[in-house]
Each structure stands twice: as C-alpha cells, then as structure tokens.
Antibody, heavy 122, light 108 residues
C-alpha cells in the first residue's frame, strides 16, 4: 500500500531554514507528482507547490517563490521541501501529498504523509 | 488567483441529520473541485473529486454536486464518525491550487 513517511518535528529560530523529507513506498516513485501542503495551527490548508519526481521539475505557489525549494532523490524515493528565512507565521504542519494521477497531474490528492510540525520561535 | 469561499465555517448537527456544505469559486472552474475530510491531528482524506465522483471506499451517504462556480457537499445521514472538518479544493487553475476555508461539523 502507498506510504508517505515524513521526518520528525523541527524547532527553528526566525531566519533559519528547515528541510522536511518524505519517503515514499508502495508504488513507482517516479510515476506520481508530489504536492506540499501546510496547515497553521487551527487554520486551513495551504498549497505550497509540486514536484515531478521523474524529472525534478517544480512549480511553487507565488507566496513561497524565492523561499521554498523542492527536490527529490530517486535512489531513496524521497522528496524534500526546504523553506528558508523562516518567520513565526511559518509555524505549521507540513504535509507531502501524492497527486492522484499517474504520469501527469490531476490536482487532487489521494494520499498524504502524516505531517511534520515545524515550529518557528525565538 | 481563484478564491474559494466555503460556508458555513461551522455547523452543529445531530446523528441522522442531512448536512450541506457549500463552496463558491471566484470564477468558473468547470467541475475541477475536490472535497476532503479532516479529523483532529490527522491528514485530510479525499472524499470526492471532479465535483461529484466518489473516491473509492467512501460511503455513499457522501455526495457532491455543482459546476462552474457553485458546489455542494451533502452528507445524507450524518454518522458519529462524520464529525470532522471538511475542505473543498479547486484544481482548475493548476499549478495554483486553492482550498476553501473549511467547515467544522460539530455535534449538536
């Protein structure tokens, strides 16, 4: 079965960077795009961007352009999301989430990681 | 960017009730709308995509309708396990995806 296992919780100071990993298993890693979605405490869901694990191409939400970098390692079936210049408003649970369609993008999400809490505090 | 307005933000209902949640898009999105259920401390779960297609394994008491700008999620007979927060999400303007603000369904 599909599994997306994310790295553990992080505490960072303002201005620092954080890198969250998401290890995929149970399917062909390069056949499904991966989204990143975040959720601030008590708030709604916010789409951050998407990566094509096959070629590594990315597309980011305008809000995060210049601060977010998504990468992948096909040898370990892992995608990464790095967010820089952290501020308190970036405190949130970050989810990796697999697009529902193979070899393309549907835009809706069938499988999610367990989430990684990133806390930004001085 | 396409904005999604979801209403109500919360509602109280009893087991067995029929519940309706609405999403309105700021411009036409055809049927490119999905619905998710999220329980506290858990990741969202896909319920419906393409506005009205039920995801495999989702109970038939959930249904979706609408196209263009106005969409509805209906739970025909609310069960105890349905108390959760529900989100709609448009994927018409890929790669810019947007979610509604959420509707918390609470026990009356």
């Amino acid at each position: 079965q599909v599994q997306l296992v994310q790295s553990g919780a992080e505490v960072k100071k303002p201005g620092a960077s954080v890198k969250v990993s998401c290890k995929a298993s149970g399917y062909t890693f390069t056949s499904y795009y991966m989204h990143w979605v975040r959720q601030a405490p008590g708030q709604g869901l916010e789409w951050m961007g998407i990566i094509n694990p096959s070629g590594g191409s990315t597309s980011y939400a305008q809000k995060f352009q210049g601060r977010v970098t998504m990468t992948r390692d096909t040898s370990t079936s892992t995608v990464y999301m790095e967010l820089s210049s952290l501020r308190s408003e970036d405190t949130a649970v970050y989810y990796c989430a697999r697009d529902s369609c193979t070899n393309g993008v549907c835009g809706f999400i069938g499988d999610w990681g367990q989430g990684t809490l990133v806390t930004v505090s001085s | 960017a396409i904005r999604i307005t979801q209403s109500p933000s919360s509602l109280s209902a009893s087991t067995g009730d029929r519940v309706t949640i609405t999403c309105r898009a700021s411009q036409g999105i055809s049927s490119y709308l999905a619905w998710y259920q999220q329980k506290p401390g858990k990741a969202p779960k896909l319920l419906i995509y393409a506005a009205s297609t039920l995801q495999s394994g989702v109970p038939s008491r959930f249904s979706g309708s609408g196209s263009g700008t106005d969409f509805t999620l209906t739970i025909s007979c609310l069960q105890s396990e349905d108390f959760a927060t529900y989100y709609c999400q448009q994927y018409y303007s890929y790669p810019s995806l947007t979610f509604g603000g959420g509707t918390k369904v609470e026990i009356k």
